[in-house]
Structure formats: structure tokens, C-alpha cells
T-cell receptor, first 110, second 116 residues
Framework: GQQLNQSPQSMFIQEGEDVSMNCTSSSIFNTWLWYKQDPGEGPVLLIALYKAGELTSNGRLTAQFGITRKDSFLNISASIPSDVGIYFCAGQLTGNQFYFGTGTSLTVIP | NAGVMQNPRHLVRRRGQEARLRCSPMKGHSHVYWYRQLPEEGLKFMVYLQKENIIDESGMPKERFSAEFPKEGPSILRIQQVVRGDSAAYFC??????????????FGDGTRLSIL
């Protein structure tokens, strides 16, 4: 299957700091999605991106669809303790199948 | 996650038994996807179904695993003669039936399968 490289694997930050994570692929994707997963729960959709270069915000979260269509990044500003969790990127080639990254584990230290 | 309902949340089976995992998509959604997640790993696509049709099963193991999405009722992921390596969290996702562009998937809370 397709390989999505997500980095960093884990982050430990102080409350109030900004966070940046990214996802890269060797393939060109049509859609990028960002999800957050809390322990024992399913992933929750944060942001969906449909066009190259698109920049979309959801509260303190901002994500961009790279212009090469092979990457995407997610920024979280002014982190708070409830931002803790695992963040996954997902990319779509064609059809309805999405490929998921390996996740970025975020720990926010109060 | 309230929209996509999966049950049971936890399932324990002995080696050789059968496991049946159920997924009811969000209201108005007719596309269902199944994923498997091992601890500290991402989600691995298994199968994509629409009502009464398997669209893409490229991620399904060739043996012991099957999936269906009947005209009435939930989608079922069935694992026959389970082995220890089947222990994982199985997630179901659904998306609307629209042709315009791609639609993001909404996930259930998963079924945690443990094989003794």
C-alpha cells in the first residue's frame, strides 16, 4: 500500500506553545485529512483539504495542502492540555480509499 | 464519533472461534470502510463497501476474513478461526453517498478484539 511518512513521531511541549507536524508521500494525493485520536476512541476528523495550496483553519488548528500535492502540514497554536492525543494524516489517491500516516503522539505539559 | 456505531466495544475470543464485528454507519451514509489498528500504529485499510457491494477489498487477508453490508442492517466484519495475530482494534468509518468530490470518513469508536 501507499506509504505516508508522518513526523515527528512524538512531541512533548509546554502548554501555550505552538505545534507543527507534517505528512509526506511519494504519491500525489487528491485529498488530505487530519484526524485526532484519543485513547480508547476512534479518530475524529479535524480538517479536510481538497485543493493544492489550500489553507484551512478550525479554531486553533490550521492545515495546508502542499502545492506539490505530496505533503500536508498541521499547526496547533497555543496548545492546551486537551490537545493531548495522537494525530493522523490521511491521503486519498483515487476512489474512496484513504491511506493513513503512522501518527504523531502529542503530550502537553501543563 | 456518536454517528457511527460499532459493537461490541470489546470482544474476547479463543483461538479457532469466530468473531463478528458490527458497524452501523451514520444516518444518510451508504459507504462503509473497515480498518485495523495495532497498538501504536496507524490505521490499515481493509475493505470498502457500499450497500450489497464490495467495492475494494485489497486490504483484506485472503483467508478467514470476510465483510458484508446488506441492504438492511449493519455492516459485518467476520473473522473465522481466529488466531492470536488477529488481536487488534477494528474501526469502521462511513461517508455520504455523493459523487461530488471525495467525502471525508467519520469513524466509530472501534471494537477491541482480544484472542486468548
Amino acid at each position: 500500500g501507499q506509504q505516508l511518512n508522518q513526523s515527528p513521531q512524538s512531541m512533548f511541549i509546554q502548554e501555550g506553545e505552538d505545534v507543527s507536524m507534517n505528512c509526506t508521500s511519494s504519491s500525489i494525493f487528491n485529498t488530505w485529512l487530519w484526524y485526532k485520536q484519543d485513547p480508547g476512541e476512534g479518530p475524529v476528523l479535524l480538517i479536510a483539504l481538497y485543493k493544492a495550496g489550500e489553507l484551512t483553519s478550525n479554531g486553533r488548528l490550521t492545515a495546508q495542502f502542499g502545492i506539490t500535492r505530496k505533503d500536508s502540514f498541521l499547526n496547533i497554536s497555543a496548545s492546551i492540555p486537551s490537545d493531548v492525543g495522537i494525530y493522523f494524516c490521511a491521503g486519498q489517491l483515487t476512489g474512496n480509499q484513504f491511506y493513513f500516516g503512522t501518527g504523531t503522539s502529542l503530550t502537553v505539559i501543563p | 464519533n456518536a454517528g457511527v456505531m460499532q459493537n461490541p466495544r470489546h470482544l474476547v475470543r479463543r483461538r479457532g472461534q469466530e468473531a463478528r464485528l458490527r458497524c452501523s454507519p451514520m444516518k444518510g451514509h451508504s459507504h462503509v470502510y473497515w480498518y485495523r489498528q495495532l497498538p501504536e500504529e496507524g490505521l490499515k485499510f481493509m475493505v470498502y463497501l457500499q450497500k450489497e457491494n464490495i467495492i475494494d477489498e485489497s486490504g483484506m487477508p485472503k483467508e478467514r476474513f470476510s465483510a458484508e453490508f446488506p441492504k438492511e442492517g449493519p455492516s459485518i466484519l467476520r473473522i473465522q478461526q481466529v488466531v492470536r495475530g488477529d488481536s487488534a482494534a477494528y474501526f469502521c468509518a462511513s461517508s455520504p453517498n455523493r459523487d461530488r468530490g471525495s467525502q471525508p470518513q467519520h469513524f466509530g469508536d472501534g471494537t477491541r478484539l482480544s484472542i486468548l
